[in-house]
């Protein structure tokens, strides 16, 4: 005999394997088994037949009940086969449902036992669809899933079924703004990057709006309130380029208007005095390395406008007059990662709120220190005393005091803003009076949505990504929906008037008001 070939040889080498398996699942003791059963009973049929007697007596005959129909598609594991589509070598589906319908023998119970077994633990739908390919069942269904939404998108027909208030038809009423049209949003354009942070200007006779970017440009944006008698004429916009970061927040000072205060996450904190049009340098806020730490947020206090509370991105928080040149800034940890957004109690300026990375809302009372927190990781890092907790599911970017009825909004990654009564003593453990859906999936290119309260009415905003900004009472009522044509993430309310502005990625601006 010559030398085999190379498919010869993979063929005895084929037939090996599945005599082997062939002995591991004991199918040859079950064959013979099956044979000897059908040889007896042909040896029982055939002694009968000798022994035959004639009986005359007709006999009722009793009919088993046939066997329930098997379904044509059956998954793999009824199937008898592996994950990858391999099957019991040399047995087809006619004798595996044989030997599964066989009650005889162990063997047959097993194999009907593992039959009707439960699918238990995780499993891969295309792992128990023998017809479907993963790749195609994932394209079938795929559509139906990341169908992110928010409460405020069936604002009208919300509006329809519901019959609101005196109260609310008229706060309705009252915020059906109208979009600023003597210029296209896509031509008002403040910065060149990303807005991160946007300011509305409290004066009224004229608009101002100022934002910053990514990049830490900052534009001002002085609002034509007539249309220009050129056609040609653009928006007046005047842009700077003040730092090397985010722009993390704007705000006017609280004892003069006339100059603006700007914070970034390269450490800075500068004014703009818009008389002179000169910018100071205000503080650098720098770590016990040297290292800049990056300004998140700032507040002016309520009951001294001189006093400037503010965090940082690594979850420090700090004091000073601004009437003064700080040389030595005393940091009070509040959290171990980044603090995204505070917000000071109009009723009690001791106590603020911190929305942070961590994962948390804390309450805290800067009145008291604490000179090792036990919550912090960091060792001699002192902080203050913590009044309340509100533990997320994921991140919180955004917290907001209400002016006037003790509504405390915080809003975050897991897709909800959350609406706490925050009057009276609190407990330890923050439960939501309320809690609406809302969808805060921003992503890389979308600024992150951050809830806000306007300073003289019980009234947040926050945008939608849907492309509006919508607007509540802080009772949860939805008050408008506020279409754009993108998504206007940052946003800021004017302080007096029913104005409100909101900032895309593009650093383009849309502007809503009351006016015709």
Request: proline share 4%; aromatic share 8%; net charge neutral.
């Amino acid at each position: 005999m010559g030398e085999l070939t190379e498919f010869q040889k993979k063929r005895l080498d084929n037939i090996k394997r599945n005599n082997d398996l062939l002995k591991k699942l004991n199918l040859n003791n079950i064959a013979s088994q099956i044979k000897r059963e059908a040889s007896a009973t042909e040896e029982g049929d055939l002694e009968r037949k000798r022994k035959k007697k004639v009986n005359t007596v007709k006999r009722t005959v009793k009919r088993e009940p046939k066997p329930a129909p098997i379904p044509t598609r059956r998954s793999r594991r009824l199937r008898g086969e592996n994950v990858d589509g391999n099957g019991i070598p040399n047995v087809n589906d006619n004798q595996l449902l044989k030997l599964g319908q066989g009650d005889s023998t162990p063997e047959f119970e097993a194999l009907d036992e593992l039959k009707n077994t439960a699918v238990s633990g995780d499993v891969k739908l295309s792992d128990l669809i023998k017809s479907e390919n993963e790749d195609d069942l994932l394209d079938k269904f795929k559509g139906f899933a990341n169908k992110n939404f928010s409460s405020g998108d069936f604002f009208k027909e919300l509006q329809q079924q519901q019959a609101p208030t005196s109260e609310v038809k008229q706060l309705q009423e009252d915020f059906d703004l109208k979009l600023y049209d003597i210029f296209q949003p896509n031509e008002i354009k403040l910065t060149t990057e990303r807005i991160s942070a946007t300011y509305f200007h409290p004066s009224v006779d004229k608009k101002l709006i100022v934002c910053g970017d990514t990049a830490g440009n900052i534009g001002l944006w002085n609002v034509h309130e007539q249309a220009p008698e050129d056609e040609l004429e653009e928006p007046d916009i005047t842009k700077v380029k003040l730092f090397t970061k985010n722009v993390g927040r704007i705000d006017s000072y609280a004892t003069d208007s006339s100059k603006l205060l700007t914070a970034s996450y390269d450490g800075s904190l500068r004014s703009i005095n818009l008389q002179n049009m000169e910018s100071e340098e205000v503080l650098v806020l720098k770590n016990e390395y040297d290292d800049p730490l990056g300004i998140s947020d700032f507040q002016f206090n309520y009951s001294d406008p001189n006093v400037l509370y503010l965090t940082t991105l690594s979850g420090e928080f700090t004091t000073f007059d601004i009437r003064t040149k700080p040389t030595d800034i005393n940091l009070r940890r509040l959290a171990d990662k980044k603090i995204g957004s505070f917000s000071i109690n109009p009723k009690k300026s001791y106590e603020i709120a911190t929305g942070s990375l961590d994962r948390t809302l804390k309450v805290w009372d800067t009145r008291k220190m604490v000179n090792k927190p036990e919550w912090s990781q960091f060792e001699d890092f002192p902080s203050h005393e913590i009044v309340a907790v509100y533990d997320s599911r994921l991140s919180v970017s955004a917290v907001s005091y209400s002016p006037l009825d003790k509504t405390l909004v915080c809003n975050g990654y897991d897709d909800t803003v959350r609406l706490f009564d925050v009057s009276g003593t609190l407990p330890e453990k923050l439960e939501p009076k309320l809690t609406l859906k809302h969808n805060c999936q921003t992503g890389r290119w979308t600024s992150i949505l951050k809830a806000r309260f306007k300073l003289n009415m019980d009234v947040f905003a926050i945008a939608n990504m849907k492309r509006a900004i919508d607007i509540y009472n802080s009772a949860g009522v939805q008050l408008a929906h506020l279409p754009t044509a993108t998504v206007p993430a940052v946003i800021s309310w004017h302080s007096t008037q029913n104005w409100i502005v909101g900032g895309n990625s593009s650093g383009k601006a849309f502007l809503f008001t009351n006016e015709k």
